[in-house]
């Protein structure tokens, strides 16, 4: 039996936005009884991709995140209230059952990641099927990872070890990340490489401003950990630390042989841009 | 009903349309069994890079059913309520009046009525007409074909089309070298093996290739820069806006002030002369002029100015040592320069001067070597390996067009009397005035000399301009200073105006009659994707697959629109002249005609090709790599199949298109032209602009405004006729019930007009007054705003009155009507100073 699932590779989203219209064109004034009834003509958002920028001046960062039903293995959107309304299929798919869920509102607030929305007009909750009628009529893809242009959205059979799903898992499995795990929602859709905070900026020597510096040493500690990582600076003295963890103080440290170094705290509530470092000479 | 799936063709991609009982239900990437599709390889780094079996369509291509479905269509023809062709006119109410529904035949009457009445009492030349860009797709029944072919029929004055988007290569680039058969901008064949194989960095320039695709590739080419990120290649972005290949690559930003890049450039090019770090043997070969160059650069000329990196960071805010490093790294590596998404194109190029920046690329790149391995000016959007040699016809070369084509018996398109002609940019000014003059001939592309020639309006024993045939477009949003488009169609010059088009575009109610259109999916045609024919050959190779598809009619059109050529037909009945316009043919005959003039109906029969629908044409077993100006680096004939350059297969095939055959650093095409215009000089100068940071305008407004291409629309098509657009909150924003076009502000801006994201805002300066909706963030610094130029809905909040404030978010209001410079007639919408204020605070006080 095949356990269908996303996993959205989050560097190789560029916000081009296929996916949301791809998903408006599959569901709206469309009937896909007895898995969904017709989107809305708008305020729908099935999938939708947050922007996330973050850092300031030139050292900035621009991600974009897919966001849809996760397809849960422990969906907190059915409870011992709503079970006849809402069900997970034998292959990892979670529906909403758009005749019997009529009414159920409480089962929008039930998701912890925002993806189901309320329909007005037929008054029931809806939400992402993975395209559950295409699949069942034998098709091989959904409409949102079909037209997905950098593979940053791939949909396949996470049970078989062979599908593109779950070399992709293996081959990237330390950036792999379930959305809102401490929750215990386990979902089917898995996310690579989930933005994180980055310390960036810029060595420059005091008695060298025309020039860039390159091979600058800069080093990072977590306060209270062991752990340092070095990097060096590039052809324009500028360096990046990536992944970093949320509201961590960080100390860096600037280097230059016949400069004195600089050292600084960092707390990482979001990423930093430290600016220029100006190291003066000896 | 059982669904059916019929096939056909976007201007961002190959579509399958899924009808069931006369409704289009939806709309996926033309569906090819994966059998079918032989994709190709190109082994690099010891990896095989190959493309998925499917098309990437442009974003708003998935949007397509709901773009064609009735919100915003015309759907009935429509006369203005104080229209009286017989009487009243009143032209002073276009842009005020109602409209109210006529019959086709009444239309059709005033029409033809009109084109007789005009024909008779002043000529043919006292009626103009233009088209849209690329609103739908097809060789039958797109603009070129039906609209040009019905028009010269007439004597029509043609109006010639500005090279817009890439104004600064046409009118600087083509005298560095060459390239006027692609008017301007560079060919790209090969360029992805070469980049993958051989490039070390590219330097984004004025360029968002994510956002631009190659302009009718869809997003063929994103993989292709996945690849490049993956393989580590260091990418720099000049651009005032943190742009979307930016935010997708993560490469180092360098953001100019607006205008400033040719000083930039000139910098770069100081480092590398003081320093020693250019081709030294590729410049004294394949380049004259340098010494001239370099006299200029080093301040030996030009009043002992030079152009050190310390002038260039005072002028663009980049600093000195950022600009150095930069020109070390550049040299010291195999640098791909991407200076707009075809090579050539940009922002940077649309500004005052804008064809000093474009000479400057090529000019910087000749001293690397341009077109050794992984040197190359590539936008990264183009340079597949594909068929090249396989000919179908384009809708924007003679043999795609019903007017000029062999398979047309009469060639209408070529035989038209009327000599004079008006230039896009100045139409206005044309009509309002009565007189008008212009250099070149729009589209420049078939010899450098076509630049020098010296245009007057009217043109003797011709008539000035009665009527106006509008086809498609919302010029609104795209060309420049626009509230004298306003004007224009206010004046009582302007005795008749027809807009014909499938949407309401922002022109379309200033027009006295309305022709409703239907879209391609709504009648039959055929085309190949991306592939436009005539100024830019071989457009297919910004695709992964050559991708040929019977456009099929899906269903009937809506309401009482017609199709482009069926409403040429009926007119021409009208004035007598059916036989001569068609010649008999329907639309179908006309795109089996253009069929069997093809290559491809050797390989598979019309009759197949109607029912299948497409037809993909492969790449040889044996294909031959030949990256573009590779021939060049190396001193052999053009092997590209480049089919415009005049020069290839003769005894000049090592040349470039130049005076000299050379990469000219001074042009020797200025030299013997124009040798005083201290504008375009011989060697490309630094011109500070008339509207710009350190302009006296500045004084009063302080933020300088860039207007590139949008994301999420087309120019101005899916835009405003695509609900679902809305929703996406980089295109449009919702406020109280309303679409609000974004305008991007520096938190710095913002807070000192006292501004939080999500305001409405006033922009404005002494041309115009716009609101957009302020998005406040880090991606332009301070002093810039950033907002697309192509709104397709002009809401004034006093209709029909010129100057009133917008609230739909056309910012080319705020544009000036000034040209590149007197003799480079391109528009310069990213040379604007506007300020921007709270809407709110006016509202309440």
């Keep these: ?282 | 009903m059982a669904e059916q799936v019929f096939t056909n063709m976007t201007n961002g991609g190959p579509i399958s349309v899924y009808v069931k009982d006369g409704k289009i239900v939806r709309i996926r990437p033309l569906q090819v069994p994966e059998e079918e599709l032989k994709p190709w390889v190109i082994e690099a780094g010891g990896k095989r890079y190959s493309p998925p079996k499917a098309f990437r369509l442009a974003p708003p291509g998935h949007a397509e059913r709901n773009r064609f479905e009735p919100h915003n269509r015309i759907l009935y023809p429509l006369k203005r309520v104080d229209f009286d062709p017989n009487g009243e006119r009143n032209p002073q109410n276009r842009g005020k009046s109602d409209y109210v529904r006529i019959s086709w035949d009444e239309a059709l009457n005033i029409v033809s009525g009109e084109i007789k009445r005009l024909t008779d009492a002043y000529g043919g030349s006292s009626i103009t007409g233009m088209t849209s860009s690329h609103h739908n797709w097809g060789i039958v029944g797109y603009k070129m074909g039906p609209f040009s072919r019905f028009m010269n029929m007439l004597n029509y004055t043609p109006i010639l089309d500005n090279p817009d988007s890439w104004e600064g290569w046409h009118w600087g680039a083509t005298h560095t070298y060459g390239f006027q058969w692609r008017l301007g901008m560079p060919e790209q064949f090969d360029l992805l093996e070469d980049a993958l194989k051989n490039t070390e960095m590219i330097v984004f320039w004025s360029n968002d290739p994510d956002t631009t695709r190659g302009t009718y590739s869809g997003q063929e080419s994103a993989i292709w820069r996945v690849w490049l990120k993956e393989k580590g290649i260091k990418t720099v972005f000049i651009d005032p806006f943190y742009n979307y290949t930016a935010a997708a690559m993560d490469g180092t930003w360098l953001p100019p002030r607006p205008g400033s890049d040719t000083a930039l450039a000139m910098a770069i090019a100081y480092v590398w002369i003081t320093e020693d770090l250019y081709d030294k043997e590729y410049v004294a070969e394949k380049t004259i002029g340098f010494e001239e160059f370099r006299q200029y650069i080093l301040g030996e000329s030009d009043n002992g100015f030079v152009k050190t990196p310390e002038w260039a960071e005072a002028e663009s805010g980049i600093p000195a040592r950022k600009i150095r490093a930069l020109a070390r790294e550049w040299a010291a590596k195999r640098t791909c320069l991407s200076s707009g998404c075809r090579g050539g194109q940009g922002s940077a190029c649309r500004t005052a001067y804008g064809t000093e920046w474009a000479r400057m690329m090529v000019l910087l790149q000749a001293m690397q070597g341009l077109g050794k391995p992984g040197v190359s000016i590539w936008g990264t959007t183009m340079g597949a390996p594909a068929d090249s040699n396989t000919w179908f016809p384009g809708y924007a070369e003679p043999r795609g067009q019903m007017g000029k084509s062999n398979i047309a018996k009469i060639k209408l398109s070529l035989q038209n009397k009327t000599k004079q002609r008006l230039f896009r940019l100045t139409l206005p000014e044309a009509i309002m005035t009565g007189k008008e003059d212009f250099w070149g001939d729009g589209f420049c592309g078939q010899t450098l000399d076509q630049q020098f020639i010296h245009n007057v309006y009217p043109m003797e024993g011709h008539s000035t301009v009665k009527m106006f045939y509008r086809y498609g477009g919302s010029f609104m949003g795209t060309m420049s200073d626009t509230n004298k488009w306003v004007k224009m169609y206010q004046s009582d010059k302007l005795e008749f105006v027809v807009n014909q088009d499938c949407w309401y575009g922002s022109e379309a109610k200033f027009a006295d009659i309305i022709l409703p259109a239907c879209t391609n999916l709504e009648r039959n045609d055929l085309g190949e994707w991306a592939a436009c024919g005539g100024y830019t050959t071989n457009a297919h190779i910004g695709n992964n697959y050559r991708v040929i598809v019977r456009e099929q009619k899906c269903i009937e059109p809506l309401g009482e629109s017609k199709a482009d050529y069926e409403i040429f037909t009926l007119l021409a009945d009208r004035l007598g002249m059916k036989e001569l316009y068609t010649e008999g043919n329907n639309e179908d005959d006309w795109a089996r005609l253009f069929f069997e003039s093809s290559d491809i109906a050797k390989d598979i029969s019309w009759e197949e090709f109607d029912k299948r629908g497409y037809y993909i044409i492969p790449v040889p077993d044996k294909y031959e790599s030949t990256p573009g100006m590779r021939w060049y680096a190396e001193g052999r004939e053009c092997d590209t199949p480049d089919t415009g350059n005049s020069k290839r297969g003769t005894e000049k095939a090592k040349e470039l298109g130049t005076y000299s055959g050379k990469i000219e650093f001074a042009a020797e095409s200025l030299r013997q032209n124009m040798p005083d215009d201290m504008e375009r000089p011989i060697v490309p100068h630094f011109i500070p602009s008339w509207e710009g940071y350190f302009s006296e305008a500045h004084d009063k407004y302080q933020l300088q405004i860039i207007m590139p291409h949008p994301r999420f629309s087309f120019h101005t098509h899916y835009d405003n006729h695509t609900p679902w657009l809305n929703e996406i909150a980089l295109h449009r924003v919702e406020k109280e019930g309303y679409y609000w076009w974004p305008v991007r502000i520096n938190p710095v801006d913002a807070k000192a007009r006292n501004v939080i994201d999500g305001d409405i805002v006033e922009l404005y300066n002494d041309r115009g007054s716009v609101l957009c909706i302020a998005q406040v963030t880090e991606r332009v610094p301070a002093g810039v705003l950033h907002s697309y130029g192509c709104s397709a809905k002009y809401d004034p909040l006093v209709p029909g009155q010129p100057g009133s404030t917008d609230k739909a978010g056309c910012v080319n209001l705020l544009t000036a009507s000034k040209l590149l410079s007197k003799h480079a007639a391109g528009m310069t919408p990213n040379s604007c100073l506007c300020e921007l204020r709270k809407w709110e605070d006016l509202r309440n006080g």
Excluded at chain 1, 24 to 50: F, M, R, V
Excluded at chain 1, 196 to 201: S, W
Aim: charged share 25%.
């Design chain 1, 1 to 282: 039996m095949a356990r269908y699932g996303i996993v959205v590779d989050v560097e190789k989203c560029t916000g081009c936005h296929s996916c949301f219209l791809a998903c408006k064109d599959e569901y709206i004034g469309n009937d896909y009884y007895p898995t969904s009834a017709a989107q809305p003509n708008e305020g729908h958002k099935w999938i939708q991709l947050k922007e996330v920028e973050h850092g300031t001046g030139t050292k900035i960062k621009v991600d974009y995140i897919p966001v849809m039903c996760q397809h849960c293995v422990n969906p907190h959107c059915i409870t011992s209230n709503n079970a006849d309304a809402v069900y997970r299929r034998s292959d990892g798919i979670v529906i909403i059952d758009p005749k019997k869920a009529i009414g159920r509102k409480d089962i929008v607030n039930a998701c912890p990641y925002g993806a189901i929305f309320w329909n007005e007009e037929k008054s029931i909750p809806q939400k992402c099927t993975l395209c559950v009628h295409m699949l069942d009529n034998g098709e091989k893809t959904v409409r949102c990872a079909e037209c997905c242009p950098t593979g940053a959205l791939v949909f396949g059979d996470l049970d078989d070890a062979d599908s593109e799903i779950s070399k992709l898992l293996v081959a990237k499995a330390d950036k792999v990340k379930s959305f809102k795990s401490e929750l215990g929602t386990r979902p089917s859709t898995k996310y690579i490489g989930i933005p994180k905070p980055f310390i960036a900026g810029e060595v420059i020597l005091s008695d060298r401003q025309c020039d860039c510096v390159k091979g600058a040493k800069v080093t990072l500690k977590a306060n209270g950990e062991d752990k340092v990582i070095e990097v060096q600076t590039d052809f324009f003295g500028d360096f990046e630390f990536k992944g970093l963890a949320r509201n961590t103080d960080y100390t860096i440290k600037a280097e230059y042989e016949g400069y004195y170094p600089i050292e600084l705290t960092v707390r990482t509530h979001a990423s930093q841009n430290v600016g220029e470092l100006v190291l003066k000479a000896k």
